[in-house]
Nanobody, 132 residues
């Protein structure tokens, strides 16, 4: 059973940086598409796709609003996926989750990224707060 654990969240000032990690265990990372999702503050907010990386091609995708600021990468040897977040903005605040599935179709177009499939495994999330 694949298990995901996120870390690296915290408080950052606007313009600052954070690097999130998604450590996986119980499976081979290269068999899974991985995505990062954000749940913004407020009740009943959906988790929006931020960035993902395909397990078939290794190609990364990001939503338009984070392109050039966020970068996803994977280290299969360490079974870990990272999200480097630079030039953070207040609107980046939220709980960040990683999700994995062998059926994850990783794709983003404009400011929309594909949702994780129902079979996806999720981590517990890590809080990112951007405030001055």
């Amino acid at each position: 059973q694949l298990k995901l654990v996120e870390s690296g969240g915290g408080l950052a000032q606007p313009g600052g940086s954070l690097r999130l990690s998604c450590a996986t265990s119980g499976g081979n990372l290269d068999e899974y598409g991985i995505g990062w999702f954000r749940q913004a503050p407020g009740m009943d907010r959906d988790r929006e796709g931020i960035s993902c990386i395909s397990h078939q091609s290794g190609y990364p995708f990001q939503k338009e609003s984070v392109r050039g600021r966020f970068a996803i990468s994977r280290d299969n040897a360490k079974n870990t996926v990272y999200l480097q977040m630079n030039n953070l903005k207040v609107e980046d605040t939220g709980v960040y989750y990683c999700a994995a599935s062998p059926f994850f179709v990783c794709y983003c177009s404009g400011d929309e990224c594909n949702a994780a499939p129902p079979s996806a495994v999720w981590g517990q999330g890590t809080q990112v707060t951007v405030a001055s």
